[in-house]
């Protein structure tokens, strides 16, 4: 069966601090890949995805994250951090052969002003 | 443009009760997909329907339900409540999920079970 693993699940930075957090599937066929994030009291939103092309995406805030196939990763980055950065951030993975998405168990980011 | 909209926000139950939760999706949007979101677990994939037919489900027991309407506004059901059920419930919409689709969330409703 498909998973998603999200290996820190609590990351604590001070502002200005380099970011990334790793994201693994295991699925070996074509994915859609996507990060999601959830404000404090917010409804979950895409910061970004991947379908096709080029493995480095862009998404929204300053955010990227790099599809590296051989590795089945697919880690958010961001080069300094900022208070309003304080979220939970879930990697998810999509099979192209059927409608279900399969999430990881999360991120809980707090940044230090 | 309106945004996913899910009624209530809020629901407290007690243990053998049963619930409906509704979502309504994005105008235009004719998929709806529903997740359990429990604190560590992430979200849980429940079921999915695009026009009206259940096209995938996840792997909860029979008393989660769901059906989704002509105007793809779309119920969902817990039946003989368990403790165990107390979670956030999102539904989220998209075009088409299927291969090419972003989802967008609603704000979920969250059913306390006592």
């Known amino acids: 069966a498909q998973s998603v693993s999200q290996h820190n699940h609590h990351v604590i930075l001070s502002e200005a601090a380099s970011l990334e957090l790793g994201c693994n599937y295991s699925?070996?066929?074509?994915?859609?890949l996507f990060w999601y994030v959830q404000y404090p009291g917010q409804h979950l939103q895409l910061l970004l995805k991947y379908f096709s092309g080029d493995p480095l995406v862009k998404g929204i805030k300053g955010f990227e994250a790099e599809f590296i196939k051989s590795k089945f990763s697919f880690n958010l980055r961001k080069p300094s951090v900022q208070w309003s950065d304080t979220a939970e951030y879930f990697c998810a993975v999509n099979d192209r052969s059927n409608y279900q998405l399969i999430w990881g168990a999360g991120t809980k980011l707090i940044i230090k002003p | 443009k309106a945004g996913v909209t899910q009624t209530p926000r809020y629901l407290i139950k007690t243990r053998g009760q049963q619930v409906t939760l509704s979502c309504s999706p994005i105008?235009?949007?004719?998929?709806v997909s529903w997740y359990q979101q429990t604190p560590g677990q992430g979200l849980q994939f429940l079921f999915e329907y695009f026009s009206e037919t259940q096209r995938n489900k996840g792997n909860f027991p029979g008393r989660f339900s769901g059906r989704q309407f002509s105007n793809s506004r779309s119920e969902m059901n817990v039946s003989t409540l368990e403790l165990g059920d107390s979670a956030l419930y999102l539904c989220a919409s998209s075009l088409d999920p299927g291969r090419q689709e972003t989802q967008y969330f609603g704000p979920g409703t969250r059913l306390l079970v006592l």
């Open positions: 699925y070996g066929g074509t994915v859609n």
């Open positions: 105008s235009g949007h004719r998929s």
